[in-house]
């Protein structure tokens, strides 16, 4: 490691690595967003499970590359725009999480529901205030692959010119110089491990029966 390199260097890594946290928060969020209804809906109809499921599998096997090269033709934006990145990695991050949070309603016993059912509750309050906790602990397991994976799909915007620390991996490749690529694995890394303790703080704070039940088991 050329530590001179690095602290020569040191703004161009900071905006990097700031660039390269907002490409990946911006998936995460409409990930979670769009995949908790898309997994309602396929919890609750048949019709939606055999569609959506498979479909999501689908989807996250399309290759990286030649979707962000596709989506600009589709969307009309330029190859270099941001917007392209962060919605292939969105799509990657629905695919990931619909099949979650279908299995975290499922995992919603149905005498739970009817139960909620016979005190009065509607269908909507059945979802915000029974289904939703208790799928809760599961949807930030969930949340949690899809973070570090898209951390990790962001540096593959680098080869279309998008800016992240993806552009130590090519850069540090081409000059044959391992520091650039070492910095590249350690910022995203770090990255990743910022998002992955904030989900679980966030999720601990939504789920505070779930820690206490950890603390007395």
């Given at each position: ?23 990946g928060i911006i998936p995460v969020v409409v990930s979670l967003v769009l995949s908790v209804p898309l997994g309602w809906w396929a919890h609750r109809s048949s019709t939606a499970r055999r569609i959506l499921i ?40 629905i695919a990931l999480l619909v099949r979650t949070a279908t299995d975290a309603f499922d995992s919603v016993g149905r005498a739970v529901r009817r139960d909620a059912v016979a005190m009065g509750h509607s269908n ?94």
């Amino acid at each position: 490691m050329n530590t001179r390199w690095v602290s020569q260097n040191w703004d161009h890594i900071w905006y990097l690595m700031g660039h390269h946290a907002v490409l990946g928060i911006i998936p995460v969020v409409v990930s979670l967003v769009l995949s908790v209804p898309l997994g309602w809906w396929a919890h609750r109809s048949s019709t939606a499970r055999r569609i959506l499921i498979p479909g999501a599998s689908i989807l996250y096997a399309l290759p990286s590359l030649p979707l962000l090269v596709l989506l600009p033709l589709i969307l009309g934006t330029k190859i270099l725009d941001p917007v392209n990145v962060v919605v292939a990695l969105s799509l990657y991050g629905i695919a990931l999480l619909v099949r979650t949070a279908t299995d975290a309603f499922d995992s919603v016993g149905r005498a739970v529901r009817r139960d909620a059912v016979a005190m009065g509750h509607s269908n909507a309050q059945v979802f915000w205030r029974v289904a939703l906790p208790l799928a809760a602990p599961t949807l930030t397991a969930g949340l949690r692959v899809v973070s570090a994976s898209t951390l990790s799909l962001v540096s593959v915007g680098a080869l279309i010119g998008v800016p992240s620390l993806g552009y130590f991996f090519t850069d540090g490749y081409q000059r044959s110089f391992p520091t650039e690529i070492w910095v590249g694995i350690v910022g995203t890394l770090a990255l990743a491990l910022i998002f992955d303790l904030v989900i679980v703080a966030v999720g601990g704070l939504l789920t505070p029966w779930q820690r206490r039940g950890d603390e007395m088991s």
